[in-house]
């Protein structure tokens, strides 16, 4: 059973600070990873999403890396806003199903 | 629709009653997910849909929970006998994946149900 684990937990840095959220997971045989961001009582809004061909993908201050083989995905964020306060979550889907899996995801506060 | 749209966004109900959530995924996707999320915890998976029928059901976790798509469209999550337990937020994900291969997933904002 693939399990994904997200560190850290929690995170809280200063305005304009560069930083990177960790994903793993135990089956190296996924489908695709998708980074989603989630703020508080609202569902899940999707950043990036990364194919298992590929190693990496960018949107504007985001980038999303994937390590197969390691199990690994990073998501790095720059310089870093207020407005970038919530929560992010990975998920993988494996191969031979369609059950997405998510890690627990990360808090991450941005103080002005 | 834009987007995937869930109602209602809030159910309070007593334990025992009977709840269904709806889902509208959006316009021409064929896979349709329904989750559950905890507070503090990642969405943990209940049903996919591909098309009309569910392809994967593994993650109902007991018969008191079932879930129809009836027109391949809209879907309806069915809770009988409500518990205190099933107190979480529903969410409901689309794609436009086909054939099996799955693509990007677009969420909901949620159905919050508390069980009294």
């Known amino acids: 059973k693939q399990e994904v684990t997200q560190i850290p937990a929690a995170l809280s840095v200063p305005e304009g600070e560069n930083l990177v959220l960790n994903c793993s997971f135990t089956?190296?045989?996924?489908?695709?990873l998708q980074w989603f961001r989630q703020d508080p009582g609202k569902g899940l809004t999707s950043l990036l999403l990364i194919q298992s061909s590929q190693r990496e993908q960018t949107s504007g201050r985001l980038n999303a890396s994937l390590d197969k083989s390691s199990g690994r995905s990073t998501l790095y964020i720059a310089a870093s806003q207020p407005g970038d306060s919530a929560t992010y979550l990975c998920?993988?889907?494996?191969?031979?199903?369609?059950?997405?899996?998510f890690g627990a995801g990360t808090r991450l506060t941005v103080k002005p | 629709g834009a987007g995937v749209s869930q109602t209602p966004s809030n159910k309070v109900t007593e334990k025992g009653k009977y709840v269904e959530l709806r889902c509208d995924p959006i316009?021409?996707?064929?896979?349709l997910y329904w989750y559950r999320q905890s507070l503090g915890q990642g969405p943990e998976f209940l049903i996919y849909?591909?098309?009309?029928?569910?392809?994967?059901d593994s993650g109902l976790p007991n018969d008191r929970f079932f879930a129809v798509r009836p027109e391949g469209s809209v879907s309806t999550l069915k809770i009988q006998r409500t518990e205190r337990g099933d107190s979480a937020v529903y969410l409901c994900?689309?794609?436009?994946?086909?054939?099996?291969?799955?693509?990007?997933?677009?969420f909901g904002e949620g159905s919050r149900l508390t069980v009294l």
């Open positions: 849909f591909q098309g009309t029928g569910a392809a994967d």
């Open positions: 994900a689309s794609s436009s994946n086909r054939a099996g291969n799955t693509g990007e997933l677009f």
């Open positions: 089956d190296s045989a996924i489908y695709n």
């Open positions: 998920a993988v889907i494996p191969y031979n199903n369609n059950d997405m899996r």
């Open positions: 316009s021409g996707h064929t896979a």
